[in-house]
Structures are given as C-alpha cells and as structure tokens.
C-alpha cells in the first residue's frame, strides 16, 4: 500500500532555532501534500496545502512567514519551523494523496513531535 | 465553509459490547465522502471506514459500520464486539468530492471522541 514517510519522529530544538520536517512519499507520486498540526488530545488542524511547484496555501491564521513549505518535488513537501518559540511546541502530521489516482484516500505520515525548550 | 461537529469528547465501553460514536456536520455541498479515523497512542492516523455521499447504502467494515443520514448531515460509527484494541481517540471527517482547486483531498476534522475499552 501507500506509504508516506515522515522524518524525524521526535525533535528537540533550543527556542529561536529553526526545524525542518520531510514529508516523503515512496512509492507514488503526491501533486498535493498538506500539513497538519495536532495538540495534546485535540483535532487535527489544517495549517496548510503543499502544491509541487507552487506556493503553498495556508489556512487564515497561519504564519507563511514562520511555517515554511516547500514543495520541490512530487515526492517530498518539507515544513520548516522558523525561530521556533516553545508555542510551537506540537504534533506535526503530513498527509499525501496520489496524483494520477481519482479520488485517492489520503495517506498519512506518522507524525512529528516538536518540543522547543 | 465545512464544519465537523462530535459532541462526546470520550466514550467508554465495555469489552464485546457495542458503541456507538456520533458525528454531524454543515457542507452546502451534495457531494463528498465521510471518513472515520482511528488514532491510538501511537499517533498514527488509520482509516476506519469511508462513505460517499451519493451511495444511499451504510457502509460496513467487519465490526465497523455507520448511520449515515444524508438530511439530518448525520453519520455516526457503531463498533460491534468491541475488542482492547479498539481503544483510541477517533475523528470524523469530511472531504468534498470537487475536483478543482488546489486544495482539493483536503480532510476537515471533528473534535475527536476518545474511546476507552474495558476488559
């Protein structure tokens, strides 16, 4: 099946440094990714969508700014987390749907754990 | 916009017996899917079971099935048998069915209902 692959798992930063997360599908081709925050025992919510080639659209609210998203190729969108503050401390999850495949699920990446101290 | 409504913040059942998690929601549109998650401690976000809104049937998976009440924008997960592994948080989901624009195969979650399991 669909494998979306998402690194690192866990992540500690000094607060004003910046992160980088790697969304990656394997095994498929992902025109669009997007980026979704969690926090402890609540929704996901939806910070942004990743387009190959494009600019990224994010959701009213989100900094462009201190969330970074680039989307170079069809298999790898990256968060950047910029001059990282403990609020940004979270669960970072990437979700990926095939290109050529018509109504496509979403494949979900396992999650990234960000903790700035 | 979309919303995603689950009024039961945490369920509890025992286990081998049924339970029932509700979910409504508010779209414009007439077409698009449901989807149920499943996300136990691990994080890991799994597909429970999904439903396309144009299909009048429920759809079923093994001990999974919904309530699905197009007019009432109702749809609600029974989970037959409930095993120890059922336990986990669960989020209702909604995703248009356009195919244009860039954001398209975008999920709109619930709040999420966590579900724990008694032996």
């Known amino acids: 099946g669909a494998v979306v692959s998402q690194h690192p798992s866990r992540v500690i930063c000094k607060s004003g440094t910046s992160v980088k997360i790697e969304c990656r599908s394997l095994?498929?081709?992902?025109?669009?990714m997007f980026w979704y925050r969690q926090f402890p025992k609540q929704s996901l919510m939806l910070m942004a969508t990743s387009n190959e080639g494009s600019k990224a659209t994010y959701e009213q609210g989100v900094e462009k700014d201190k969330f970074l998203i680039n989307h170079a190729s069809l298999t790898l969108s990256t968060l950047t987390v910029t001059s990282a503050h403990p609020e940004d401390s979270s669960f970072y999850i990437c979700?990926?749907?095939?290109?050529?495949?018509?109504?496509?699920?979403?494949?979900f990446g396992n999650g990234t754990r960000l903790t700035v101290t | 916009a979309q919303t995603v409504t689950q009024s039961q913040p945490e369920m509890s059942v025992q286990e081998a017996e049924t339970v029932t998690l509700s979910c409504t929601y508010d779209?414009?549109?007439?077409?698009?899917?449901l989807f149920w998650y499943k996300q136990p401690p691990s994080r890991q976000m799994i597909l429970v079971i999904r439903?396309?809104?144009?299909?009048?049937q429920n759809a079923t998976e093994n001990r999974f099935s919904v309530n699905f009440q197009k007019a009432a924008k109702s749809f609600s997960l029974k989970i037959s048998d409930s095993q120890l592994g059922d336990a986990a948080m669960y989020f209702c989901a909604y995703r248009s069915a356009d195919a244009g624009g860039t954001s398209y195969g975008k999920l709109t979650f619930g709040q999420g209902t966590i579900l724990t399991v008694h032996p």
């Open positions: 979700s990926a749907r095939a290109s050529l495949v018509y109504n496509s699920p979403l494949h």
């Open positions: 439903q396309e809104a144009y299909k009048q």
């Open positions: 779209t414009s549109e007439s077409d698009y899917y």
């Open positions: 095994d498929f081709q992902a025109t669009t």
